[in-house]
């Protein structure tokens, strides 16, 4: 059968490569992960990207799988993502381009020993979980240093009127260094050594509770605001967000398919 997309994803395609950085929030059914698939696709080709890496929810990983690779079953439904005999083949979105896929899962000892005994080569997609997430951090101070300093720049964001003082900035810079320190704890893989040079990442509205609070907004009717506690999967995700957008013109993608309501 045909590959095509349809009027909504090629508008939301024509979007997305547009820009070094986008965000697709399209309803489920309208085909979001084959769209995703599209420009990951184009991306390679056109050499925007050599090796991008995709993170999704880990019940997830099996079905970007047979999307982007295809699979084989026989009659009774039973799937394969090897050719085995008595099984038919169903092809996917990449079959026959020569892109290949580095399947690293939630990144445990066993892939961890793959990833590091085989570099990511160019022209692959890395597929991993966001367990997987939790374990790439960034090695060099200058970068780290560099994260911690955007962040302390959006807190400094100043309700209107307020000025905090001098030991309070130094009190949250120590805070901010703690809490890099903290979502580091089970890191084991430097992103620098993977060489990754795009970052998509699917049901992109559950890296959310960033930061502990946000004022709200007195000097307008919307008396919008939240407290709450931090989140270190969302943590990792502007950790590593910035680095792409320092070292990769900010070449990042989100999917979500329930952006309001999250």
């Excluded at 009659?75 to 092809?91: A, C, L, Y």
Aim: charged content about 25%; glycine content about 6%; overall charge positive.
């Amino acid at each position: 059968k045909e590959f095509l997309l349809t009027p909504v994803q090629v508008e939301s395609f024509k979007y997305a490569v547009a820009r070094n950085s986008f965000c697709l929030a399209l309803t489920i059914g309208f085909g979001k992960t084959s769209t995703a698939i599209s420009i990951l696709s184009y991306l390679l080709q056109s050499g925007v990207a050599k090796r991008p890496m995709v993170i999704v929810p880990k019940p997830l990983l099996k079905n970007w799988m047979r999307e982007m690779n295809g699979y084989w079953a026989d009659d009774n439904n039973n799937i394969s993502f090897v050719e085995r005999e008595g099984m038919k083949q169903h092809f996917g979105i990449l079959t026959g381009t020569g892109i290949q896929i580095n399947y690293l899962s939630n990144l445990n000892k066993k892939y961890q020993t793959v990833l590091k005994n085989n570099p990511i080569r160019d022209n692959t997609i890395t597929l991993m979980s966001y367990e997987a997430l939790e374990k790439i951090y960034i090695q060099d101070a200058d970068e780290r240093m560099h994260v911690i300093n955007t962040w302390k720049t959006i807190l400094k964001q100043s309700v209107e009127g307020k000025k905090e003082s001098e030991r309070s900035e130094s009190k949250k810079m120590l805070s901010l260094i703690e809490s890099l320190n903290k979502v580091d704890k089970d890191a084991v893989i430097p992103i620098d050594d993977t060489k990754i040079d795009f970052i998509m990442v699917d049901e992109a509205h559950r890296l959310k509770n960033m930061f502990v609070g946000v004022e709200a907004d007195k000097s307008s009717r919307i008396k919008s605001g939240f407290k709450g506690s931090s989140s270190n999967r969302a943590l990792r995700a502007f950790y590593l967000s910035q680095y792409m957008h320092k070292n990769y013109k900010g070449r990042l993608g989100f999917l979500t398919a329930t952006p309001f309501s999250n």
